[in-house]
């Protein structure tokens, strides 16, 4: 048995499967779609190879450029609102002295939900006509207001379910945090007479950083990647105001069959993620100091 | 030590074999059942298709059919539908239907196409004519050609003049209408008394009942634009009204434009009503269903709708509460249109197309399938259960038979017809139906204007007929 499990070979055996499948559902997909996308593949016609004219269209095609705006709005949403938010919040519920498992449970319960199941719940909040919100304002004598049919208001409308689906998730890796902090560090700064606001931004907050820009890596990259709430709940509309760059492309390979553009759209959102990850890592994150406490 | 490694060898072996046998599994299901052994026990029928179903030597088969009769207001086509799976099984031995109901839009724009894609459509599916759909599936080789069929049961010369031209090409048919209908207005006849309006049969008296209801916090036209076919399908009666009724035809020719004065009047007028309110608030997050609640709700006093939507106000279906206070007028000449303003939109593009990977047993099945379905009785039971217009043709004596107030008024519009044109949805190629659905919701959400629409529209049309002209 020892002298069999010195043999290297052996040890590629177990992986071979492993690694043909890796191949067969990952690798070789991408190496496909990253053909399709010089191609005008529609799934029915043999493809013909176009160069680069899918890239040409999809700068020039202005529906696309504003689903990239709308992915901007998002990721601007969650790291200059959703973050400085999810802290206060994180910082709120540490210095609650009772029922702190309630509070944590409470804020964690929306990220165990399914999007589709957060979607639905949300499209009935927001309903015209026998929506909460609408429900309230229709109480008070005003106007309902039709948040995911109007373009104004459809975009915030998402963000904001959105927003409540993952803050819980952040918020409880923030709280996590905070409870590591050891209290002696706390208790010297009272002891000072340091106000809690005071110890709070002076002293919670930077011995958190690492974990902040966790949350706001995460942040970057689920607001790149987002797409199943805009396609629950409006699919991208009305008249595009809600489209994201995932949900573009979806609509275009899969809806409309254009395999070829889908695939370059792909592409692309895969390019712009790489280069705004990477330079969050370099810019940020490498500067930071080990936090020692 | 030796052995060990041949028997972690065949255990790896074992793994590969089961995922192999996984890999084939799948494929057996996909492929024509004639291919996987596990599920026929005797051998496959295709060496001896002819002679060799001998009533003993039973072989059962499963033949995939996709529906989209989905929902409380289908439910009288899903039961003309299931009686004629019913006979049909009786007829073929060994036959079982498998029924597939998927959404029409999802269907038609979504899953199928996907299918057609990977090459694995249903045996038996439902499917739009026109150069968007069956056409060009057929022209891919995906769809079985109907014209041995058709020739064997004898029924093609029964079919309406013309209304298998969008199924067919190169002169075969690739598929079969199942009725017709003709999009118009319906009215709820309850609000106009109450308001004292005359039915919407000319323009003044469409407009002032417009204006009329506005004013008393009546929606004028319940509409539901979440998916723009609804509201395209307006835009295609107002193109025949103010552009004249031979226009659809022509954007594939090259010989109308979308950006051409009249094609944009007729968007113009569109957003005209838009800007004056005559449609529901919201309508962008509304949808088809929710539309036809606005007005069987009493919320809206008009619906620009399909003919087929007739079959909604009966006592015991959905719209069974405005029951007998419906009716339904053409949209009316509009003052300046182009073209002979008596006529009608009418379309024979939604039937069942038949996959053409299929053995000798499955085109049994569709042939029989096709005798069933395509039967002056299943037609005149459309038509007088469903409202559905028969796309064969029936005696007067059949049609006479029509006892529902509403379907005999969208047959008097028929009759009353000029000519007819067809909806553009079943003209243009797939990638400007798109289009048109994309740039009508940016008009509705006033981000927009007509010239923008008709010019964005052209664009892609001008690059379709380029690519079709090659």
Request: aromatic content about 10%; hydrophobic content about 45%.
């Amino acid at each position: 048995m020892r002298a069999t499990l010195k043999n290297p070979y052996i040890y590629l055996l177990f992986v071979l499967p492993t690694i043909a499948l890796y191949f067969l559902f990952f690798i070789y997909p991408m190496l496909t779609s990253f053909y399709y996308g010089f191609t005008n593949y529609n799934g029915l016609n043999t493809q013909d190879f176009i160069g680069l004219d899918n890239f040409v269209n999809a700068f020039q095609d202005p529906d696309f450029r504003n689903s990239i705006l709308n992915n901007i709005y998002i990721l601007l949403f969650s790291c200059c609102i959703q973050v400085p938010l999810i802290v206060i919040f994180s910082l709120l519920i540490s210095n609650v002295k009772r029922l702190q498992g309630f509070y944590k449970t409470t804020v964690f319960m929306p990220s165990i939900l399914s999007t589709s199941v957060i979607g639905i719940l949300w499209g009935y909040i927001y309903d015209p006509d026998v929506g909460l919100i609408n429900s309230i304002l229709k109480s008070l004598g005003l106007e309902p207001i039709y948040f995911l049919a109007d373009m104004k208001w459809a975009l915030w409308s998402i963000l904001i379910t959105n927003a409540w689906q993952w803050m819980g998730f952040y918020i409880v890796l923030i709280l996590a945090a905070i409870l590591a902090i050891p209290r002696d560090i706390e208790e010297a700064a009272m002891i000072d007479g340091a106000t809690g606001v005071q110890r709070a931004w002076y002293l919670t907050v930077p011995l958190i950083k690492p974990v902040i820009n966790v949350v706001i890596m995460l942040s970057i990259a689920g607001a790149l990647r987002v797409v199943d709430i805009v396609l629950v709940m409006t699919g991208g509309g009305p008249a595009g105001a809600t489209d994201v760059m995932a949900s573009y492309m979806v609509n275009q390979a899969i809806k409309y069959g254009d395999y070829g553009y889908g695939s370059a759209l792909s592409i692309i959102i895969f390019a712009i993620a790489l280069v705004l990850t990477a330079l969050y890592q370099i810019v940020i994150v490498r500067r930071q100091e080990k936090v020692e406490y | 030590m030796h052995k060990k490694l041949v028997s972690s060898l065949a255990v790896s072996m074992a793994m590969s074999a089961f995922l192999a046998a996984c890999g084939s599994n799948d494929g057996n299901n996909t492929s024509s059942p004639s291919a996987s052994p596990s599920e026929s026990a005797s051998p496959s029928p295709s060496a001896s298709p002819s002679e060799s179903a001998s009533p003993e030597k039973v072989e059962n088969f499963t033949v995939s059919l996709r529906h989209i009769q989905i929902g409380d207001a289908q439910k009288f086509r899903k039961a003309i539908l299931d009686d004629v799976v019913a006979k049909t099984e009786a007829e073929v031995p060994g036959l079982k239907f498998e029924l597939d109901p998927v959404e029409d839009q999802v269907n038609r724009f979504t899953k199928l196409p996907a299918e057609m894609a990977a090459g694995n459509p249903p045996k038996i599916f439902d499917v739009f004519g026109g150069a968007g759909d069956t056409q060009k599936y057929a022209a891919a080789g995906r769809m079985l050609d109907l014209t041995p069929i058709l020739d064997e049961l004898g029924i093609k010369d029964k079919f309406l003049s013309g209304v298998l031209e969008p199924f067919s090409v190169d002169g075969k048919v690739y598929g079969l209408p199942i009725g017709g209908n003709t999009e118009g207005i319906f009215y709820n006849t309850e609000l106009f008394a109450q308001y004292n309006l005359n039915p919407p049969t000319t323009w003044d008296d469409l407009i002032k009942a417009a204006d009329t209801l506005k004013a008393n916090d009546i929606t004028p036209f319940a509409m539901g634009s979440s998916g723009a076919w609804v509201p395209n399908m307006l835009v295609n009666t107002l193109i025949g009204r103010v552009a004249g009724e031979k226009t659809n035809n022509g954007f594939i020719t090259g010989e109308v434009k979308w950006n051409s004065p009249d094609v944009l009047a007729a968007y113009q007028l569109y957003a005209d009503w838009e800007k004056a309110g005559y449609f529901s608030k919201g309508e962008l997050g509304k949808d088809y269903d929710g539309m036809l609640n606005d007005f069987v709700a009493g919320k809206a006093g008009m619906m620009f709708d399909g003919s087929w939507r007739s079959s909604a106000f009966k006592n015991d279906a959905v719209g069974g509460a405005i029951a007998g206070k419906v009716a339904f007028v053409s949209l009316p000449a509009v003052p300046n249109g182009k073209g002979d303003q008596t006529s009608v939109n009418a379309n024979y593009a939604n039937g069942y197309g038949f996959s053409s990977d299929v053995n000798e047993n499955e085109k049994k099945a569709i042939t029989a399938f096709i005798k069933n379905l395509y039967s002056d009785e299943m037609q005149l039971r459309g038509l007088l259960e469903d409202g559905v217009l028969p796309s064969m043709k029936l005696s007067e004596a059949s049609v006479a038979q029509v006892s529902d107030p509403v379907v005999k008024q969208v047959l008097d519009v028929l009759a009353n017809a000029g000519a007819s044109f067809p909806h553009f949805d079943s003209v243009v190629q797939s990638k400007v139906y798109t289009e048109t659905e994309t740039q009508l919701a940016k008009l509705i959400a006033g981000k927009a204007t007509p010239q923008q629409v008709g010019d964005a529209i052209q664009k892609v049309q001008d690059a379709e007929n380029a690519a079709a002209a090659k």
